[in-house]
């Protein structure tokens, strides 16, 4: 897959096929129109259903890549080691722009949360706690501040 600084060529978006695409469902990307591009694109959404997906050997769980110029995409799939295959190829004028939307059909139950998912709530609150015990502190500084003020202005107009 072709790489590199170039706005031609580069990886533009990534998305995992979400549990259950394999049951249903359809991958998009936007092709947007860019004219004097060397990619000019054609303003139009592009799509690649469940069934040709699982024809070209993707499954629930599998990253996808897209790249910019002519919306390329490959699959990549870990286990013990990685695999990476291309998948498909937009039109050759495609400008592949924003972000690879993969939705399911039927969205399948993912599992359990990840362990620190638990301790969501916890944190915010946290946060927040922080938030405003940083707030107060900062008002007290300022109250400070304008106290010293006033008893310096005093002493200057008291001279």
Same mark, same amino acid.
Request: glycine fraction near 16%; proline fraction near 6%; hydrophobic fraction near 50%.
């Given at each position: ?20 695409? !394999? ?17 000019? !694109?054609?303003?139009? $959404? ?49 400008? !592949?722009? !924003? ?28 946060? =927040?706690? $922080?938030?405003? $015990?940083?707030?107060?502190? $900062? =008002? ?20």
């Amino acid at each position: 897959m072709p790489s590199g600084g170039s706005c031609h060529i580069g990886v533009e978006s990534v998305g995992f096929v979400p549990p259950g695409f !394999g049951a249903g469902g359809t991958a998009y990307f936007a092709d947007r129109a860019t004219p004097g591009n060397l990619h000019p !694109g054609t303003d139009t $959404l592009l799509q690649l259903d469940a069934a040709g997906l699982a024809a070209a050997g993707i499954r629930d769980g599998d990253l996808l890549a897209a790249t910019e110029g002519g919306a390329r995409t490959i699959a990549v799939r870990c286990a013990a080691s990685c695999a990476v295959s291309e998948i498909a190829a937009g039109p050759g004028p495609a400008h !592949g722009e !924003g972000h690879l939307m993969i939705v399911a059909d039927h969205p399948a139950f993912a599992g359990a949360p990840l362990p620190e998912a638990g301790d969501l709530g916890a944190a915010a609150r946290a946060q =927040a706690l $922080l938030t405003r $015990l940083g707030a107060g502190a $900062l =008002a007290v500084l300022l109250l400070a501040a304008l106290v010293g003020l006033g008893f310096w202005l005093r002493r200057r107009l008291a001279r």
